[in-house]
């Protein structure tokens, strides 16, 4: 049973414990016992964690000094009494409930009484406010034990406990990182035992029977047999044993599961169990591959051998998709509120490489462009309809000769390892955070780095290679828009679209042409920006989605670097084709198809804009995350600068619109190329997510011409085309209306856009014209209420769509109150769960609330007692 006590009570508690002790020791001196030799003792209370979120129950441990089969303990947070319990035996666990009391730090003591004696416990506990589940999420990839510095520069979730790392000596201290976390709002990371690598593994014999991993593409000493019931013994054992040393701290928010181990298992594995999965799977093994298998030019047959062995591969036969899953059902056991996440996902473009985990992440390089983070569009395809969610990262870190001239490493290569490794300027920062941003992320990620940490190389002479501006533009962003406007962000949708992409392993697999910038999966995207640019949006679709027919929600397929398709696709595009759709691609396709409008543009040119190329015609020959610049191979190169690939995009980008102009009219076409847009809605609302692109050289790197790194400041004039009925424009980000003018050039109006990097504006049909509050009379401390805000039109009716505001909430003495905060109305109404504690003031307390698209504020009060 349980109970919360005022300060009466507490004072009565005094009063018949010293009554108790009076009678104790009357009753000891009447029966001849000598009180001095009476030992003082207390009891031993046990707790796992040392900090709570509001609501949840501390569990305490309780041991005595001997078995005291009626004793009673009450347990106090200060002096308020949160329990009382029957003791059973010499140690008992008990719940002890923190939801009636506000967030502070206490003093928690337990009281235990019997019929002769009174012993007592204490400890230091903490209760905080649990964050929101709708904010925004900025994860570090990577961290230690310590994130202060990430946590206040705007961070979420950074750092964590390793498995590789792991020493049971060392828990105490990883569970007081991870109380401070608790208490400031933060999560953290773990990394498991991964199940595959023989770092994770340390438990595992070598000399095993069937253990040591065979087949890998390279480096099979890195790995142990995932399939062995050795190993997966060992990989259990391993989770088990640090998921119950750290047991259910909510601060443990993410599971991290590293994909990059792709990079070396391009082929099967030839252990026992592999080369069964195999035969079974495919009924042939990697020694009886052909083909490619063509049954028309550019056609490959649906039973192509080559084909399905890659897929096969990657979704099964590596064993590493069934490792992580694996790895993922070991922390599900114990903790079924983690969430699994696994990065990179940029090798092959094929579906359901991830069972069994939650997010599907990559870090993404962004030289020369930044709108190659347009990537996110790949991870929204191979996330679309599995239940999984994108988190697109970004990666800060550059490599050596890309922004600035990297000298020619000396035979020796005697240079430290961050040598010529450079942090993103802020400015990028700004506008690749944008573009995520405008895809409705549930959270966002960045990269820095051992090689550029900003702890580490924060000294003046750091500040060209790694500059702290990078730093505060991800503060700046947080402030700005992730804490006020993500609740809102992570409720949206993409709009309907009606153009697709198609990212084609089919093609990479029978690839000729020439690579452009970055990874297999990133080769489209050279187009892709050629297509934002031109204020074209369209979703990214692979192979198995065009074979399962999902071109019939589109009118335009375009088909960039597209050398073949598979026979189930090839029926699906000229199934399109008859139904009206439009198929544009470059002079790389291979499939004959009719009336394609077709464009000659050559992204190949893009990796020669480097600042090696640009500087000394010589740079590395061939990047990926496994080569060290050290001993990386070099190549001659023209350099091309960044202001003339600038030129020939913008001239691409004017080619394409002209084309297909008549074919495609998107909702929303901006006066400039320099500028990017997406739709996002909710309920009938448009949400315009608005992106400067208008970039020039800056001090720091302008003079080797690798990079436009600078944004500058750009007026816009936004039309929206097919647009019906009235419209009200908002800028949310000022929360101002815009003017909308109706004119010959149709329906439009200016924007904005500065160094911020981007805009929020909202479409309304009907104008929002009040702002109230319902709250009760009088609230009694320690009982639930509902506060209100509803936000109306002129018409009197709740708004559509959703609506950000800031809520505060202040106490008698003007204290601000922790529910206080970024909020979201979703149909024009927020209702806020509020919970006064039963020690907080009482008094008149106050409520104030800020609509985030229009500016208007209201506020109310109400009695608490």
Not at 374 to 400: C, S
Not at 526 to 554: C, I, P, R, T, W
Request: hydrophobic share 35%; charged share 25%.
């Amino acid at each position: 049973m349980t109970n919360v006590a005022n300060k009466t009570d507490v004072a009565e508690v005094g009063q018949r414990r010293s009554v108790l002790l009076f009678a104790v020791l009357l009753a000891l001196i009447t029966n001849g016992t000598d009180v001095t030799a009476l030992a003082v003792e207390s009891i031993q209370l046990t707790l796992r964690r040392h900090a709570y979120y509001r609501g949840e129950s501390i569990s305490l441990t309780i041991e005595s000094p001997r078995d005291n089969p009626q004793a009673q303990v009450d347990v106090f947070l200060d002096s308020v009494k949160v329990t009382s319990s029957k003791l059973s035996g010499h140690s008992s666990t008990i719940q002890v409930p923190t939801g009636k009391l506000r967030a502070g730090k206490y003093l928690l003591k337990a009281v235990v009484r019997t019929n002769t004696e009174e012993l007592t416990g204490e400890s230091q506990v903490s209760i905080a406010h649990r964050p929101s589940p709708d904010r925004l999420d900025v994860w570090l990839w990577g961290g230690s034990l310590d994130c202060s510095f990430y946590f206040d520069h705007g961070f979420t979730i950074a750092g964590g406990p390793y498995w590789s790392y792991w020493r049971e000596k060392e828990r105490d201290a990883y569970i007081k990182s991870l109380d401070r976390n608790l208490i400031r709002g933060v999560g953290s990371t773990i990394w498991l035992c991964g199940g595959i690598t023989r770092r994770d593994l340390k438990g595992v014999d070598p000399k095993a029977d069937d253990v040591a991993y065979l087949g890998a593409g390279r480096h099979a000493e890195r790995f142990y047999n995932p399939f062995s019931p050795i190993v997966e013994q060992v990989r259990r054992s391993s989770n088990d044993r640090i998921l119950r040393s750290l047991g259910d701290h909510p601060a443990i928010r993410v599971a991290f599961f590293n994909t990059e181990l792709v990079d070396d298992l391009w082929l099967d594995n030839l252990n026992r169990e592999g080369v069964a999965l195999t035969k079974q799977t495919l009924g042939y093994t990697r020694d009886e591959l052909n083909g490619p298998t063509f049954v028309s030019k550019g056609v490959l047959s649906d039973d192509d051998r080559k084909y399905r062995f890659n897929k096969f591969v990657y979704q099964k036969g590596n064993g590493l998709a069934y490792a992580n899953r694996k790895a993922a059902e070991d922390l599900k056991r114990h903790r079924p509120d983690v969430r699994t996440m696994t990065d990179p996902y940029r090798i092959v473009a094929y579906r359901d490489m991830f069972p069994g985990l939650d997010i599907v992440s990559t870090w993404t390089y962004t030289n020369n462009d930044p709108k190659l983070m347009h990537y996110i569009e790949t991870l929204r395809a191979v996330t679309r309809r599995t239940g999984q969610e994108p988190m697109q990262t970004v990666t800060l870190l550059n490599y050596p000769g890309v922004l600035a001239p990297k000298t020619t490493p000396s035979p020796e290569r005697t240079e430290p390892n961050h040598a010529g490794w450079m942090l993103m300027g802020p400015d990028r920062c700004k506008e690749v955070s944008w573009i995520i941003l405008s895809r409705a992320p549930k959270q966002i990620g960045y990269y820095f780095s051992s090689a550029c940490d900003p702890q580490k190389y924060h000294r003046p002479k750091d500040q060209h290679r790694v500059p702290y501006a990078t730093s505060l533009a991800i503060k700046e962003l947080s402030d700005k828009v992730y804490k006020p406007f993500g609740p809102m962000i992570t409720r949206l949708r993409q709009s309907p679209r009606r153009m697709a992409v198609l990212s084609s392993q089919a093609s990479r697999l029978c690839n000729s042409s020439p690579n452009t910038i970055g990874y297999p999966n990133l080769q489209i995207y050279g187009f892709y920006s050629v297509m934002a640019m031109a204020h074209y949006n369209a979703d990214v679709l692979l192979d198995e989605q065009v074979e399962a027919g999902e071109l019939k929600k589109y009118e335009v397929l375009a088909m960039p670097r597209c050398e073949a398709v598979t026979q189930s696709m090839f029926k699906e595009i000229q199934a399109f084709q008859r139904r009206g759709g439009t198929v544009i691609a470059d002079q790389y396709l291979g499939a004959e198809l009719d009336n394609v409008i077709r464009f000659d543009f050559d992204f190949s040119y893009r990796r020669k804009v480097n600042a090696d190329a640009i500087e000394s015609g010589v740079m590395y020959a061939e990047w990926d995350d496994q080569l060290n610049p050290k001993t990386a191979k070099l190549t001659q190169a023209q350099g091309v600068t960044a202001d003339e690939d600038q030129k020939i995009m913008e001239s691409y980008a004017r080619q394409l619109r002209t084309r297909l102009a008549g074919t495609l009219e998107s909702l929303v076409t901006l006066s400039s190329p320099k500028a990017l847009v997406n739709v996002l809605e909710f309920d009938g609302v448009k949400y315009l997510f608005l992106i400067n692109d208008h970039r020039e050289y800056g001090d720091r790197l302008g003079k080797h011409r690798a990079m436009l790194e600078k944004l500058k400041p750009l007026r816009l004039a936004v039309k929206l085309n097919g647009w019906k009925g009235p419209l009200y424009a908002y800028d949310l980000l000022q929360q101002k209306a815009l003017p909308a003018k109706h004119d010959e050039l149709g329906l439009h109006f200016p924007v904005e856009l500065d160094e911020l990097g981007g805009k929020i504006i909202a479409l309304y049909r009907t104008k929002p014209a009040s702002l109230r509050i319902e709250v009760p009379q009088s609230v009694t401390r320690g009982d639930d209420t509902t506060l209100r805000v509803k936000i109306s039109g002129e018409d009197g009716k709740l708004l559509s769509g959703l609506q950000p505001m800031h809520v505060t909430i202040t106490d008698t003495g003007g204290n601000l109150y922790p529910d206080s905060g970024f909020y979201c109305a979703e149909g024009g109404e927020l209702e806020l769960r509020f919970q006064p504690a039963v020690n907080d003031s009482p008094g008149n307390w106050n409520i104030g609330v800020k609509d985030l698209t229009t500016g208007m504020t209201s506020r109310a009060s109400f009695d608490v007692h």
